[in-house]
């Protein structure tokens, strides 16, 4: 079935074939596991948002009104799954450090801990600094490389709003990260 | 000179901005397990969502179907001014004593090939000119499922089918005003949106 579209896999499965399902995982996991640990700053975090993000998007196939961009879809409720996870996160406990914080701990070589990711520490922790609006656009914008359009889809936020999260974001990060990179 | 400064700024400020997202676009794998612990939960509920699609010669519309109806009482609001009648779950089949009736028998046999049951969802605002349903089911999806008038002046329902399990649903009246049934249990989210939730039990295969 690797061969198979998006429409072929999602009409398999409609029809009683549930292992079809399984083409579209492995289709997306990957894409969409780099946006979740980006914005959540921890693979088991990204992990559980992942499995919630495809058995909501399982459960509700027949909900998919065009199958031939069932990528697209399901990065909606990823994008979705991630600001709600992150929102209840925020709620329980402070997990991101302040933007403060964040600069002092960046610069610290051997405070590792979850969020050490491959692209490197004082990034991510610059990242998590950011309110979650902005980090999400700037996700979208600068890692995935998405026009302000399709952005606006996926998030239902308008273009000009994202714009403006996008710049902030930028903004937060120069004077968070000046003092790594000097500019 | 002002723009020259700009340019360059604009410049510098591009460079900053890729040499981070060049470092975060680094390939991310998902754990090598993640398809099997989700294919182990999809493979549980597959079943039930999709079930395979007959082939016998029985036509769909002919198929013996297990009907929930749930009428729940309409609550009047204060000043006349809205009810609402909300999602129930009255089923038939499991009220049925065990010694059974012909009905029951019926339903019985249908339960055992039929795992989606039909839910009514009942509002009821003599004011609304318009009424739709969203929930889990459809993705909240506003426009995917409206209410129709029935018979009785302002009274709105629609029957969906759901499968067993939690579902969580409000209404939106007139196009923009979410309402969650009063008489439902809530569901509240992050942000302190109220739905209401329903429970559609499986069907036991005792009662098959």
């Known amino acids: 079935m690797t061969g198979s579209s998006d429409a072929e896999l999602i009409a398999a499965v409609l029809g009683g074939d549930i292992d079809s399902f399984s083409g579209l995982v492995r289709r997306y996991q990957d894409t969409c596991a780099r946006f979740a640990v980006r914005m959540l700053g921890s ?102 490389e998405m026009t302000y359009e399709e952005m606006a889809e996926i998030t239902g936020v308008s273009v000009s709003a994202l714009k403006m999260r996008v710049k902030r974001a930028c903004d937060t990060l120069r004077g968070l990260l000046d003092g790594v990179y000097h500019g | 000179m002002a723009e020259n400064f700009e340019a360059k700024q604009s410049a510098e400020d591009a460079a900053f901005v890729e040499r981070i997202a060049s470092a975060l676009r680094a390939a991310e794998r998902a754990h090598q397990s993640f398809e099997k612990r989700l294919m182990d939960r999809v493979r549980v509920e597959g079943a039930t969502l999709y079930p395979v699609r007959a082939t016998s010669q029985t036509s769909w519309w ?108 409000a209404f939106i009246v007139n196009g923009t005003r979410w309402v969650a049934d009063p008489l439902a249990v809530k569901s509240s989210d992050e942000f302190g949106t109220e739905s209401s939730v329903i429970r559609v039990a499986a069907l036991r295969k005792s009662e098959t």
């Open chain 2, 62 to 169: 002919r198929r013996e179907r297990v009907l929930r109806i749930s009428p729940i009482a309409g609550l009047a609001l204060a000043a006349g001014i809205s009810a609402i009648i909300a999602v129930s779950s009255i089923s038939i089949g499991s009220r049925l004593s065990s010694g059974g009736t012909q009905s029951s028998a019926t339903i019985q046999r249908a339960s055992a090939t039929d795992t989606v049951q039909l839910v009514r969802f009942v509002f009821v605002d003599p004011r609304a000119s318009s009424v739709q349903l969203v929930g889990d089911f459809n993705e909240w999806t506003k426009g995917a499922t409206s209410l129709k008038l029935t018979g009785a002046p302002g009274v709105w329902a629609v029957s969906v089918p759901l499968s067993a399990g939690r579902h969580e649903y």
């Open chain 1, 43 to 144: 693979r088991v975090d990204a992990d559980d948002v992942l499995q919630s993000a495809f058995m909501r998007a399982f459960r509700g196939l027949r909900g998919c009104k065009d199958p031939e961009h069932f990528g697209g879809w399901l990065y909606q409720i990823v994008v979705n799954e991630c600001r709600t996870y992150a929102s209840r996160q925020r709620k329980r406990e402070q997990r991101f450090p302040s933007a403060a914080t964040a600069i002092e701990t960046a610069v610290a070589p051997g405070s590792e801990e979850e969020v050490d990711l491959d692209v490197g520490g004082h990034i991510e922790r610059a990242l998590s600094a950011l309110p979650t609006d902005q980090r999400e656009a700037f996700l979208l914008k600068h890692v995935e």
